[in-house]
């Protein structure tokens, strides 16, 4: 999420650095050749691409491979819908349990088409999975089949699959209170965002032991 480096004139002085992070100067060496204060020799190369715009490519401590200049305005509206996205994601936890309490109390005897609400929230723990799965491989574990490996994949399959169902899953407005329709649509919306997201990084359905 926050990838991407930052090539700026600060005080005078050409700088490098990560969205978030310090600038670092950069040195000149000569044509185009740069290093850091770090550096004894030059490591940064700056050259006109075929189609006039300006690349760079660094093979020093922060090695870029080879990256583009392009408008700083992508990554930070990226960044902001994904937090979005985990934001509304986050929120059906805690309104779980109100409604799960309500439930249990018989406040909802009345309610209607729940799975409005359980859809939403199986994408939210789904995803969940796979974060403490990934806590929890090391070493030869990351590249074989085990129970964590399998929960990566489990919660990477059903994810898309219930943030899809939850967004076309249609209840009567008669049946359902307005603010939990809403809310429930909100978080399916965000996961449908961000199985867009992992699907373009080639994240969805994710077998490791098949990739390693």
Request: proline letters at 4%; one cysteine or more.
């Amino acid at each position: 999420m926050t990838a991407g480096t930052r090539i700026r004139v600060v005080s005078g002085k050409l700088t490098r650095s990560g969205l978030f992070g310090q600038p670092e100067p950069l040195l000149y060496v000569g044509k185009s050749l740069f290093r850091s204060e770090k550096e004894p020799e030059g490591t940064t190369v700056f050259f006109v691409t075929d189609t006039a715009d300006i690349a760079v490519v660094s093979s020093g401590l922060d090695g870029i491979s080879y990256s583009e200049r392009s408008s700083l305005a992508f990554p930070f509206v990226r960044i902001a819908l994904l937090s979005l996205c985990l934001f509304f994601m986050v929120s059906s936890l805690p309104y779980a349990l109100i409604w799960l309490f309500l439930k249990l109390v018989g406040a909802m005897k009345d309610a209607h088409q729940l799975s409005v609400l359980v859809v939403p929230l199986l994408a939210t723990l789904s995803l969940l999975i796979v974060p403490l799965c990934l806590t929890k491989l090391s070493g030869a574990q990351i590249g074989s089949f085990n129970l964590w490996t399998a929960g990566i994949f489990l919660g990477t399959f059903f994810f898309p699959l219930l943030s899809i169902f939850g967004l076309v899953l249609r209840v009567p407005k008669e049946q359902i209170h307005g603010g939990v329709r809403i809310h429930s649509l909100l978080v399916s919306s965000a996961c449908c965002v961000l199985t867009g997201f992992l699907w373009s990084w080639h994240l969805l359905a994710l077998r490791l032991w098949a990739v390693l």
